[in-house]
Structure formats: structure tokens, C-alpha cells
């Protein structure tokens, strides 16, 4: 159960599982809301609040410290943009460059290589204030791809192109590569993006695939290969990583990027890069209350399958959040019917939905709900509001005895924005 916050800014802890409800564990939080000024302009507040993940997959304790530390550095590019003015879809693109910058996640550096050793990225973007929408897919030679994502977003938002042609919102492979060096986005050589881990974990997998297939003599040698395939893909690979971010204007923003599955397929696009799978953004309008942003993480076929992002993001729109994406990741993934011969249903999301509330005053009239959910084994977040000196970080694990895909996790909070107007304004 989701309780509303006092004026403080602490914040509720939940926490559930498909199977039984589990303690809750506080955590803390607080909101800011400064003030820029200008001379031709009415002062607005800066600030607002991030909350990032590194992944639905298997996160051991030997490099929690390491995944707990990109999501704080995450966190606070995102909060530093915040707080010079940005809105939401900047501040979100920030923190995704952090997150593909880190050899230790599976985006950008030290991405996954694929069957032919080559390294391909998807990402996306999504502007809940004017609804544009921005991916690339399988692209090769980019560093940052969701930098590619969101130049296609801001080109969209200028409108048509000469002679009348709409402009592109998805673009994958080749094309993608090229249009991101014209646009000014600089090449990365992919021998420079793989990182040792990914290096040997490609070795490591193709002796493994090359062993399969001199054993394969019979049906029974077919079934041992596909059964150690997928727990090569399992959830130790799913490490796709995203953000969602709001802004003190109430705009949403959320992104995710991903160097898809361990050995895929050549040209093969996972669900960072579709529309509704990887991401989602909306801000309130006439039919819905509250604003939403989902980032996604997994099994890329079972998010695309169920387009859980936007399936999360209309389940927010029920009165109880926790509840209702309760309800969503079992009914729409673990359960749905388009997943049905799936032994296990491997993924995971992160929340943020906010309002306004009439009843409070000018200077807190902001409600914002935070969750993630996984059904992978963890799912490492981090969070931070424009008035926390760092990030807080978490790793969220299924309970000690319930099985991967089969069950999931639930956490998260809500608190309220408060504005703190300043004597002089940011430089």
C-alpha cells in the first residue's frame, strides 16, 4: 500500500511478489523546486526527479558496487540538467549517455557482440510533452545511440521535411549510422565499444554454441543446444538499462538503450528500439489524470510481444499505482495470452507518474509515484530528486525461493514536489 507523504518528503517503501507480500524497507526523499529568472521571462522552477535502472537480469554482489555506482552518476547528470533549466526529455537523454558510457552495463561501451563478433544498438526516446517518439536499431559504430534516438526526436519536433516529407522516427542499421554522422553525432569505431567482459564473454558463448553443434547427432543433442542457448540469454544477459525522468513543469520524459542479447542475430532489434515496447512518456490531458513514464528491461521478444511499456503506462491510470502494475505485470506479461508457451516470462520496468493536486498549496501541487518491477532475479535502480546531495541506489531480488519468470517483484514510493524559490537566480 502506497502512503500519501507529509510535507517532509519522506518516502514510503513498498515492496510485493506474485506469491506473497513482502516487508517493506524505508526509504528516503525530498524535493526542491529553485528558481530561474530572465529579463524578458516570468521566473520558473528548476529541478525535478530521476529514476534510473541498470537492467532486469542477475546482478551478483561482486559487482553490486559497481552497477549501484553508474546508476548515482546516472542520476546525477540527469539532476544537474535539471537544475540548469531542462526539461524532462534532456535531462533523461543525460542520463542514458552515463548508463551506455559504463563497460559494465549492456548498452553503448561493452555491449553484448552478436553472432558474427560485431556489436549493434537499439534505443528510443519518448517526449510525453509533445508525444515524439525517437529509436534506432541495430546500429553499429554509434557510442551513444540514444543520442541518435533523441536528435530523431528534436528533428520531428521542427516538422516536415523539403518538399513536404515527413521526418523519420525509427531508423535502423546502415541508415541509421549514416543519417547520425550527418547530423553531427560523431562515429565510434565498435572495436573501441567492447570492453574485455564482453570480449570473453563472446569467446566464452561461441565455444559453447561450437561444442553444441558437434554434439548435435539426435533430437535429444537439439534439445541440450537450445536449452543451453537460453541460459546463455537468460536472465544474466538482460541488462538493458533506461530512465524516466519529470520535470518541475510536469513533463515526462523515458528512454532506455540496449546492446540486445548475448550471440543474437545480425540485424536483429530488441525492444529498446520499438514504439510501446521499450519506453513510453505521456503527459495528462483531458483523458488521463496522470502523467507516465516507463522504461523496460528483459527478454526483448517478451517485451515486444506484450508492449509492456505501454500496457504499464495504461494500467497507471487506475486509482492505486502499486495495484495496478501489480495487476499489468502479471496479467499482460507473466500471463499473457501472447506469451503462453513461454516456460519463463523474463522482464522488468521502472514507473514514474505524477499530478497535480488542487487541494495542495502552490508550493507542493505535485504528486509523484515511483515503482519497479521485475520478474527477472534483480533489477538495480537509483533515484534522486534536484534537492538530494547524491542518488539513493537499490537492488531489488525476487524472494529467496520463487522462480525467475514464474513470479515478480514490486517496489517503490511516492512523495510530493515542494518549491523552494531562490534570492538570486542560476547562472
Known amino acids: 500500500m502506497i502512503g500519501v507523504l507529509s510535507n517532509a518528503g519522506v518516502m514510503e517503501g ?66 544537474d540538467r535539471l537544475k540548469a533549466g531542462a526539461l524532462a526529455v534532456e535531462a533523461v537523454t543525460a542520463a542514458l549517455v552515463e548508463l551506455e558510457d559504463s563497460p559494465f552495463t549492456n548498452a553503448g561501451m561493452g555491449s553484448n557482440l552478436n553472432l558474427s563478433g560485431g556489436i ?74 567492447a570492453t574485455k567482459f564482453s570480449l570473453s564473454a563472446y569467446k566464452r558463448n561461441k565455444r559453447k554454441m561450437e561444442l553444441a553443434e558437434k554434439l548435435d547427432t539426435g533430437h535429444n543433442q537439439t534439445k541440450k543446444r537450445r536449452q543451453s542457448c537460453e541460459n546463455e540469454n537468460g536472465s544474466g544477459c538482460l541488462d538493458t538499462v533506461g530512465a524516466v525522468v519529470v520535470d518541475l513543469e510536469g513533463n515526462v520524459a523515458a528512454a532506455v538503450s540496449s546492446g540486445g542479447l548475448a550471440m543474437k542475430h545480425p540485424g536483429r532489434v530488441g525492444q529498446a528500439a520499438h514504439y510501446g515496447c521499450g519506453c513510453w512518456a505521456e503527459n495528462t490531458c483531458n483523458m488521463n489524470p496522470y502523467s507516465t513514464a516507463v522504461s523496460t528491461s528483459g527478454c526483448g521478444e517478451h517485451l515486444i510481444r506484450t508492449m509492456l511499456a505501454r500496457e504499464c503506462s495504461t494500467a497507471m491510470q487506475s486509482e492505486d499505482a502499486h495495484q495496478a502494475l501489480l495487476e ?55 533515484y534522486m530528486s534536484a534537492q538530494d546531495s547524491k542518488a539513493k541506489t537499490h537492488i531489488s531480488r525476487l524472494p529467496p525461493g520463487t522462480v525467475p519468470g514464474q513470479c515478480l517483484a514490486i517496489e517503490g514510493g511516492v512523495c510530493r514536489l515542494s518549491v523552494v524559490e531562490l534570492d538570486t537566480p542560476l547562472p
Not at 66 to 76: F, I, N
Not at 138 to 151: D, E, H, M, T, Y
Not at 359 to 382: D, K, R, Y
Open 328 to 382: 499489468a505485470m502479471q496479467n499482460k506479461f507473466i500471463s499473457s495470452p501472447f506469451l503462453a508457451s513461454e516456460d519463463r516470462v523474463l522482464g522488468g520496468v521502472i514507473v514514474l507518474r505524477c499530478c497535480r493536486c488542487v487541494e495542495a498549496p502552490p508550493s507542493q501541487n505535485i504528486q509523484v509515484e515511483f515503482l519497479w518491477s521485475h520478474t527477472t532475479e534483480s533489477m538495480c535502480v537509483g
Open 14 to 79: 513498498i515492496t510485493n511478489s506474485a506469491e506473497e507480500q513482502q516487508p517493506s524497507t524505508p526509504l528516503s526523499n525530498s524535493w526542491s523546486n529553485k528558481q530561474e529568472s530572465s529579463k524578458n521571462e516570468k521566473p520558473k522552477p528548476v529541478g525535478g526527479f530521476v529514476l534510473v535502472h541498470a537492467g532486469a537480469g542477475y546482478h551478483s554482489e561482486s559487482k553490486a558496487k559497481e552497477y549501484k555506482h553508474v546508476c548515482k552518476r546516472a542520476c546525477q547528470r540527469a539532476v
Open 120 to 193: 549493434e544498438c537499439d534505443a528510443s526516446i519518448m517526449d510525453g510533452k509533445s508525444l515524439h517518439y525517437g529509436a534506432v536499431g541495430a546500429i553499429s559504430g554509434i557510442k551513444n545511440p540514444v543520442l541518435v534516438a533523441n536528435r530523431l526526436l528534436s528533428e520531428a519536433q521542427r516538422g516536415k521535411l523539403s518538399a513536404g516529407r515527413i521526418p523519420p522516427c525509427f531508423l535502423v542499421g546502415r541508415g541509421a549510422h549514416d543519417w547520425a554522422v550527418s547530423h553531427g553525432i560523431p562515429p565510434c569505431p565498435s572495436e573501441k565499444m
